[in-house]
Structures are given as structure tokens and as C-alpha cells.
């Protein structure tokens, strides 16, 4: 049994100690907004903050997070979508098919933590997500709108 911190609610889950958090938080938790891509921590659709920090929740083992870590996936980012990255996402209409907005939704709100007026260099050097659909212009542009930048 692995006990998670997940979005600030205590969640007891029954699964492997090798169980990969991804598919508990989809699975086991029922967090679909979390997404599946690679499998091996290169797209970034599986995205979560993990003590403030940005992690590819499909490579991190289940066992290795204790019930003090705290996990916060897209769903809790903002209940009410009113986060500034969101807010920006929505006012740029950031995705085309919107399969690994979540994740580049949570690496923004990441990089805007710690870097709260990032250049395009930041952002090109932070925002390593794929995105099939090659919306990185828009991408670039709504993190500048989240940090209070107008973008022309």
C-alpha cells in the first residue's frame, strides 16, 4: 500500500512498489488529465509538480514517494482553470490537439515559479515538452502573457 499526497487529499492506493506514479494517478486515483505519451520520461505529457519541483510522473516509481511528498497534477494546478498559465493557454488558443497541454501547462506554471520574467531563451531552455502539433510560438507566447508580458 503507498500512501500520496496527491492535489493536498491523503490517498491510500493499493499497487506495486514499482507502479509507475502516472498510471496511479490516472488508474488507481482516477486524475485523467495527467496523459500518457512515451513511457520513458522524453515527452512530458505525464508532467506533475512534485515538491514544487517539475516530474515526468511515468518514470518515478510509486515507491519512492513517501506520504510527505506532494503531488499536484493538472487538476490541481487551479479547480477553477483560473491559474495565470491557464488564463494565458485559453486567451492565446494554445492547443491544436490538446493531447500534452497538460503537461505543458504544469512545465510553464514550473518555470513561471521559478523565474517569474523568463526571455525566450528561458522558455525555449525550461518548456522541453513535445508537442506533435507544433504550437511552440503559442506556446512561448502565453508563458509571456502568464509572466504579465504583452505579447504583440
Known sequence: MARLNINGKIRDVQVEADTPLLWVIREQVGLTGTKYGCGVAQCG???????????RSCAMPVGSVKATDKIVTIEGLSATSSHPVQ???AALDVPQCGYCQSGQIMAAAALLKKNPKPNDKDIDDAMTNICRCGTYQRIRA????????KVV
Open 45 to 55: 505529457a505525464c508532467a506533475v509538480h512534485f515538491n514544487g519541483e517539475l516530474v
Open 87 to 89: 488564463k494565458a493557454w
Open 142 to 149: 502565453a508563458v509571456h502573457v502568464a509572466a504579465g508580458k
